[in-house]
């Protein structure tokens, strides 16, 4: 039982280049989520899923997409890096969108876009 | 101004002793109250979770308490140890998609 994994650890990027962060949970989740986490401030909700077929904005969507083809996978997309997107990303599921949930967190992409 | 703060901001200690941190909120309406560890490098790691008619919630030597009328949590270490240091995020749901996150109490264990 892995958790959930996520890939790659770290990424440098240029400017205008795109990218494909990975997210995969063993847990059968349904809820899975994408978040960000710069200096200074709490996580921000990018995207999530409360089922495969399901996506939704949260609080910081603007320049990522997501996709849920499977209950497993959940990837975000950047489309056309920016240096506003340095930071770093963690993927998170839970068994259901019920709020009392337990949230289990990836352990993180490092992006850097220069 | 967050709707979740916590302080202090940082915090230093020596083994051994305990500590307290605390998280004031103003999210509305409240779901539950989460505290998270964050070891450096690696993703948030669920202590415990707290209902609004829960005061008080144990696991190991980790004691949360929240007051639902004064929005006030707090998470107490006893004895610590090394590998406590880490950063201490406290998280309010205002529903089962909508989390706010505070900025975290950043704890360092001097042997």
């Known amino acids: 039982n892995a958790g959930v994994t996520q890939t790659p650890k770290f990424q440098v990027l240029k400017t205008g280049q795109s990218m494909t962060l990975q997210c995969a949970q063993d847990?059968?989740?349904?809820?899975m989520s994408w978040y960000r986490q710069d200096p200074g401030m709490g996580l921000r909700l990018i995207h999530y899923?409360?089922?495969?077929?399901i996506t939704d904005q949260g609080e910081v969507p603007n320049g990522y997409n997501v996709s849920r083809s499977t209950t497993e996978d959940f990837p975000l997309r950047l489309l056309s890096a920016a240096p506003s997107q340095t930071s770093v990303y963690f993927c998170?599921?839970?068994?259901?969108w019920g709020s009392g949930n337990t949230i289990y967190f990836g352990e993180g992409s490092w992006l850097t876009v220069v | 101004k967050n709707q979740v703060e916590q302080s202090p901001q940082s915090l230093i200690i020596l083994e051994g002793k305990n500590c307290t941190l605390q998280?004031?909120?103003?999210?509305?309406?409240?779901?539950?109250l989460r505290w998270y560890k964050q070891d450096t490098g690696r993703g948030p790691v669920s202590l415990t979770i707290m209902t609004f008619s829960e005061n008080t919630k144990s696991n190991g030597r980790y004691t949360a308490t929240l007051d639902a009328d004064t929005k006030q949590s707090s998470l107490h270490i006893t004895a610590s140890q090394l590998s406590d240091s880490a950063s201490y995020i406290c998280v309010v749901s205002k529903t089962a998609q909508k989390l706010v996150f505070g900025q975290g109490t950043r704890l360092t264990i001097n042997p």
């Open positions: 998170a599921s839970s068994y259901s």
């Open positions: 998280c004031n909120y103003t999210v509305s309406p409240f779901s539950n």
């Open positions: 899923s409360v089922g495969a077929g």
């Open positions: 847990m059968n989740h349904e809820y």
